[in-house]
């Protein structure tokens, strides 16, 4: 048969690229179309196209940087040895000190639950004695404000910490590097949310004078605990260990219960402290963020490395800092969070997206793995292809696969690990992260929970400061 | 453009139905090929296909009937309400009597690790002092044997069960019977799995003597323990509770722990039993069988219903009841298990598929929830996909989905439940199994685990006798 007689008896068939909705358009008209998942590079963005060609010089060089970040990253072994009071421990917090989530921020700046949780954790200090009182000290001056994440510390939302509340101290064998995390209060109203009522006064008070002391005499009784081994176990369990902790927690009490008997506290201490975290199906978050922290401070420094080493919001602005850049946040505004709502909140309630806790999407889990933690999306919204869909999707922008975090569905494909800033302005693809939702006015706490993606602005001005530094035309004026 | 030109002008496809090696033998050779999966009725089997035809004036009459029995099975509502010894409370279970899983057998035709299961039984009883003397007691007739299903209880494996055994007590609210069945020992050399050596009965002293009396009250003073709540849980959580139980194993363990303070037991008693709880992943396991057994018993003796109530083996014969055939074995011999071993032993070591705990499956969980625990491939071999088509197979013989128990990977699609042994002859779709493999020999232990399937003779002999029963001309005999 003479092929081209062929190809003009039978009916044409559209191959579709970009625009999904074309295809749609003719497909539903009774003609053929076959689509391409296609984007310009860089979204067709000429001015980032270009300083993508620009790097390509120096693809060998950076692509070895990489692989070093990432084995740093894959070699992290982090343990959890203690529970200290922060102000004892935590590189800088003395005086009226309060460290907090994301890049540095002014109390001006600064949203409502912030500063709702910068006042609870003035009450709680007893700097103050009422929300007035807090309030004026907060704005005079007096009170110092820091990033966490410059203090080896990392925190959920808010991420207040203020010297007396207690901290996972958490020991990466192999680095030697140490990070440190706050406690879990549970759900609702809490001071991490933004709320500051006495109710979450009390837990704190309950948490600071007997979980504490309890739970730091049974991590030594126990000789520590190992992080990566329930990190990698709970991924096989429905936990991606950011939005859902539900087996890490329980396999962590597991790992501590036998050693309480050979403990001397009062049962009622006992009987608190245990229901306290067995009731916490969260309880495990900010361990899984101190682990993931002292795992990423372990990539940063690698020269011509364009992998992420934090990625962390504050509730007004979003910030990444990339290892071959150093200490530099390149920041952008905080987008909404796509997600479900408490029964009478909605998005109009919503603060913009919050916290630390992207620290776990940076090292590889999170909205990383959510392929591995499916029942996720009956907290976060979605289908079971979502989940899935989300996490392969990250492979595109990353540099690694974590094998030690296998994924179920995916056939226990490791979690895709290692944001290399190049492909994620190439593909114009951004990390996918899970988070809670804040109320956005001081004082209420979560009102849901969702799926967000970092801001483009971060990763297009970390582009353009990788090319000035790393260029050679650039290097000439450092 | 005439449609039949077309048509010649086009290369042909060939559909093939049946067997797939036809269509990829085309397919390798360049030719379009279709495959449809497809089986003739009753697997060609024409005496087969008669009887199912000989049931279709009684269709509606069975499709109300097992409507009820699944109505049964979905409304249970399991509770372990305490641990108690198998003598005091198991029905008939007094003086040398010993209860085993799988249909009635006799010391003749038991199986090694069954054989070495009874031995180790006789001496944890104290019958006999020695192994000779105890199978010489075993074989003399003066012990008296019977199956646990008869009794209103169920044991993994070998399922032996003496008088001196502890027991789960599970209640079931909406029906108001009761099931018991022993408690996990662990992996590696124990009872269950034949073995007899004086760490098997030294472990199975302290369970009686110390472990027993501490999770009895332990349980008490919680009130009880839900199981449908758990088993929903961990079926997002990588468990299908039959093989794999980690998840679950440690919810229980989290609900039970803050009731721990308040109990009067010395420091190391509580010690060692928290501990052997906490370090066995497969804990749950002997619970979620007594839930599963009350809540089939509960679907038992529904008139017409073809129905499936237990499935068993005693490591010789494979049984099944159906809720419409009352308390009858249909029987066919035990199949091989299809599975990865330990080092050092395969297929030529393997005993024949054993225990009670084909409950599970029966009640729509264990083999049939298999989507929903994916990581149990690692230990019973396969892949994610393979994970996933078990339990999308198992739809096509059962009569409902258990909305309960929402499998992630399907977007919570319920399991499926209520095995029709019409759709298991109709489809020639055996009912899959998760299980442990057994030495052969008495005296070793569990050597691996694997996927087995339901013999076809049991569900074929089971069909026979509903169309003798239930068929006009057959009821005229009767």
Known sequence: MNSMQTLF?????????????????????????????????????EKLYSLLRSLKPLSEQIDAA???????????????????????????????????????????????????????????????????????????GDVKFDSCHHHDAVGPMTGVLPPSMPVFVVDDRTSGKRAYASLNEGLGKVLRFGANGPEVLERLAFMRDELRPFLNELVERAGGVDVKPIVSQALQMGDECHNRNKAASALLLRELVPHVPALDFAPEIVQRCLSFVASNEHFFLNLSM???????????????????????????????????????????????????????????????????????????????????????????????????????????????????????PLNFRGTPTGIDIRRVIERDERPVLNTGIAHREAGVGQIGAGVARAPHGCFARALEAFVKKYTPVSEEHQ
């Open 9 to 45: 008896d039978s009916q044409p068939v559209v191959i579709n690229a970009g625009l999904r909705e074309f295809a749609d358009n003719l497909r539903d008209r009774g003609y053929g179309a076959l689509h391409v998942e296609w984007k310009p590079p860089a979204g067709g963005d």
């Open 66 to 140: 990489n692989r070093e970040a990432v084995d740093r990253i894959l070699a992290a072994d982090p343990v959890l040895t203690g529970i200290r009071t922060a102000g004892d421990v935590v590189p800088g917090l003395t005086g009226k000190t309060i460290f907090h989530a994301g890049p540095p921020i002014s109390w001006e700046r600064m949203c409502g639950p912030l500063k709702g949780a910068v006042i609870g954790a003035i009450l709680f200090e007893g700097w103050a004695s009422d929300v007035a009182e807090a309030e004026r000290l907060a704005s005079s």
């Open 290 to 408: 101190a682990a993931a922290k002292v795992t990423m401070d372990a990539a940063r420094g690698v020269r011509y490395s364009t992998v992420v080493t934090a990625m962390t919001r504050n509730g007004t602005d979003f910030g990444i800092s990339v290892s071959g850049l150093g200490e530099t946040w390149f920041t952008a505004a905080a987008d909404d969070v796509d997600g479900l709502y408490f029964p009478g909140y909605g998005p109009e309630d919503a603060n913009p997206d919050m916290g630390d806790s992207t620290i776990t999407e940076t090292s590889g889990i999170g909205g990383f793995a959510m392929a591995g933690a499916i029942p996720i999306v009956k907290f976060v919204g979605g289908t079971s292809d979502d989940a899935i869909q989300f996490t392969r999707s990250m492979y595109t922008i990353t540099v690694a696969e974590n094998t030690a975090y296998g994924l179920p």
